[in-house]
């Protein structure tokens, strides 16, 4: 096979940063050949004299894991999984359950941890913890490595991150659905919410979904409505992949749509010819007898089938679950000759408590996607792409805004005229600098606590250490002060008082106008107080 650009940049990439960041993170979109990658790192590892060991934590990934690792490696690859044993391979492929119950010392030089935003589960951490060494508790984020450690998963969110880093030491290589559109690897998204409103309000949670049954219950009242909506959204010949709640409903819907023109099969686990509905589905070419043009089910294809031919998926159950939607949006998002775009339909799901996934959130957090759908609807000539940069431009604009206001008020309504000590993160409000101001620490050491040369520097520009928590802020925060210093703007004392007079964007002064402004303030003030004493001094 030939490797795509982005493949090889990913591979020299993670190659070149073992001797600095041996826990790294290689995440990429469902479909981009993460296998694939692993595989060529892993056999990179071999040819130096190394041993693998793959997890995974579900079974039937291990099967696929095994067939990449023969094919690139060209090593012979053992199993450990229920009753299979390892005999000494250059790589393993071990199934979290089973490794689990079988620690041992086995000589591994690397770990490759699939699906590795599971890794906080207390079973994987262990395997991991067992071959690699991960820290209980960061201790100013150094802990040396007993293996490299290569963690493969899904574009992570905000969230996601915070939780890995307390295991890696950084994201080596990224590259998400924005980018896969942008290189027309993957072919752009359309989003769009049906008119037609479910309320799930009451619906109780199951393992963090919404139960099945009582929301197919939901589905019931408005149905025949949905069947109505879906039938001329299809008809013009979409190869469609619908997802319901149960397996019962998945026959019904298929049964309906059927009825109003659309060749609609239902799949699922027991369906005796599910391989020939799947081949007929593939077939593009004009219709002849047993053509299918949408599959509904409620699991079947939401996982390992390959059908890069579909190019409209349907949401008729909301989704909490991001692994899930990933491998569900996964079925979509190849391209194939023909294919212009996916569209991916979904419905209004009133009263639904908690974040809902779409396209946008497998990218960005809650608020951002929110209005990356805003922009996506208002402007349908806008991409995917670019409603998530516009979106995340204008969330982290609006929380930095907040901020600011925020400082603003705090230095006004302040009784001492300038503090000892200035807070820090009123200070990187203050000098304009949006991403100081919204930072949270990632990997490795930005996690750990600053030094005591950092806590000795930031003593010196007059900022509060007991404000400053991690290494990594100290550090951005420090390299913040430089730069301010150097560019003759306004010193953190400075800063403070055009907040305290109430100076819109401080930052951009320099140093000098700064000291004109405050000394006039300074005059004004003196002047305002000598009319005071000397009007309490006629009234006595």
């Known amino acids: ?19 600095l960041f041996p826990r790294q993170i290689l995440t990429s979109h469902t479909g981009s050949g993460k296998t694939y990658m692993g595989s060529v790192l892993a056999a990179n590892e071999v040819r130096q004299g190394g041993r693998v060991l793959w997890l995974c934590n579900r079974n039937e990934l291990v099967r696929q894991a095994v067939g990449a690792l023969e094919e690139v490696t060209e090593a012979a690859v053992g199993v ?5 044993k390892s005999e000494g391979e ?16 086995q000589g591994f030089t690397m770990v490759i941890a699939d699906e590795c935003h599971f890794l906080p589960s207390e079973s994987y951490s262990r395997v991991v913890n067992h071959y690699v060494g991960l820290p209980n508790e960061i201790n100013n984020g150094v802990f040396p490595a007993r293996a490299k450690l290569l963690g493969l998963t899904a574009t992570p969110g905000r969230e996601d991150k915070k939780e890995l880093g307390i295991y890696f030491d950084r994201i080596g290589y990224q590259y998400g659905i924005p980018e896969g559109i942008r290189d027309q690897w993957i072919p752009p998204i359309r989003y769009e919410r049906l008119d037609v ?25 408005v149905f025949e409505e949905v069947v109505k909506v879906l039938a001329d959204k299809l008809k013009s010949g979409h190869k469609t992949i619908i997802f319901v709640p149960l397996i019962e409903q998945s026959k019904i819907l298929a049964g309906r749509l059927a009825e109003r023109g659309i060749h609609a099969m239902h799949v699922d686990g027991g369906t005796p010819d599910v391989d020939r509905i799947l081949d007929n589905f593939r077939v593009t070419e004009p219709k002849s007898e047993g053509s299918v043009d949408c599959l509904v089910n409620s699991q079947l294809v939401s996982f390992g089938v390959d059908l890069p031919c579909t190019d409209t998926l349907v949401f008729l159950k909301p989704v909490k679950s991001k692994v899930w939607y990933q491998q569900a949006l996964g079925r979509g998002i190849r391209m194939y000759p023909g294919k212009e775009y996916l569209r991916v339909l979904d419905f209004v799901w009133l009263s639904a408590k908690g974040e809902l996934m779409t396209p946008f959130s497998l990218t960005v957090g809650a ?12 402007n349908p000539e806008v991409g995917y792409a670019e409603a998530v940069e516009q979106a995340t431009a204008m969330v982290e604009h609006r929380s930095y805004i907040a901020e600011f206001e925020h400082a603003i008020l705090v230095a006004r309504n302040k009784k001492e005229r300038f503090p000892v000590l200035l807070d820090a993160r009123m200070y990187a409000v203050l000098s304009g600098d949006k991403e100081l101001a919204l930072y949270e620490p990632g990997f490795g050491w930005e996690r750990g606590k600053p030094t005591e040369k950092q806590l000795a520097a930031l003593d010196r520009f007059k900022i509060d250490r007991r404000t400053v928590e991690t ?3 100290a550090s951005k925060l420090l390299g913040r002060l430089i730069v301010m ?4 703007k306004p010193t953190a004392k400075g800063l403070y008082w055009l907040a305290r007079m109430g100076v819109a964007d401080p930052w951009k002064y320099t140093r000098e106008e700064a000291d004109r402004m405050i000394q006039e303030q300074k005059e004004q003030w003196a002047a305002a107080r ?7 001094a006629q009234r006595r």
């Open 530 to 536: 000598e009319r005071r004493q000397l009007w309490s």
């Open 80 to 84: 450990e999984q229920a009753e299979q």
């Open 367 to 378: 608020h951002a996607a929110e209005e990356a759908e805003r922009i996506a609807k208002e």
């Open 471 to 473: 290494q990594g802020y």
């Open 485 to 488: 210093k150097n560019s003759n």
């Open 1 to 19: 096979m030939t490797p795509r650009p982005y493949q090889v940049e990913a591979i020299e990439t993670i190659d070149s940063g073992w001797a």
């Open 90 to 105: 250059p790589v393993v492929v071990g199934c979290v359950p089973s490794m689990v119950r079988r620690l041992g010392d």
């Open 197 to 221: 409103a479910i309320d799930v309000d009451g619906v109780r949670t199951v393992e963090g979904e919404f139960d099945a049954n009582q929301l197919a219950e939901r589905l019931h009242p």
